[in-house]
């Protein structure tokens, strides 16, 4: 004899798959609603772009001249310096920068020198002024109108009037309280340098 099973049977089956139903598709929806949640914490593809560091091509840059290249948002400078503008560093009466022997400044130990670079040739430069973050002007040229008889050469914030030598040192009585910031970086080649990676490949 078949055996008959009762509605309240029928009625408990049902709620059964009716809840693990559920409770699948919630646990589902769960999960795809969390995925852009947990993304949000890992930093996109752009802002690793942003911070990582950059190869720069300087092989076309003739003496005199100045490059920018863009690290973490900021300008970075590149300026391939000429025998006389080097020497020119050299004449640079100490007293009057602020900080010559760039003891008080942003930048790596081995651009702890006159020239604030691993090579004498190059500057590389994060192209803002130290007082607010105006953008300088390149004035390479020594005795350049409106600059005063002691320049050299070097760079002037059209802002509050900061003024800097060719190797980003401030000259002292301006408002910008250091010298402009060297960024980490090494040459990979004679014609190559990475931004942003020094020769321990730090960041």
Known sequence: MAEIMSDNAVDIDRRRFLTGTTVVIGGIGAAVAAVPFIASFQPSARAKAIGAPVEVDIGRLQPGQRITQKWRGKPVWIVRRTPAMIEALKKLDGELLRDPSSENSDQPAYATN?????????????????????SPNFVPESGASGMGEAWVGGFFCPCHGSKFDL????????????????????????TRIIIGEDKEGAA
């Open 114 to 134: 006159a020239w604030r670079s691993t090579r004498e040739e190059y500057l590389i430069l994060v192209g803002l002024c130290t007082h607010l973050g105006c």
């Open 167 to 190: 190797a980003g040192r401030v000259y002292g009585g301006y408002p910008a309280p250091t010298n402009m910031t060297v960024p980490p970086y090494r040459f990979v080649s004679d």
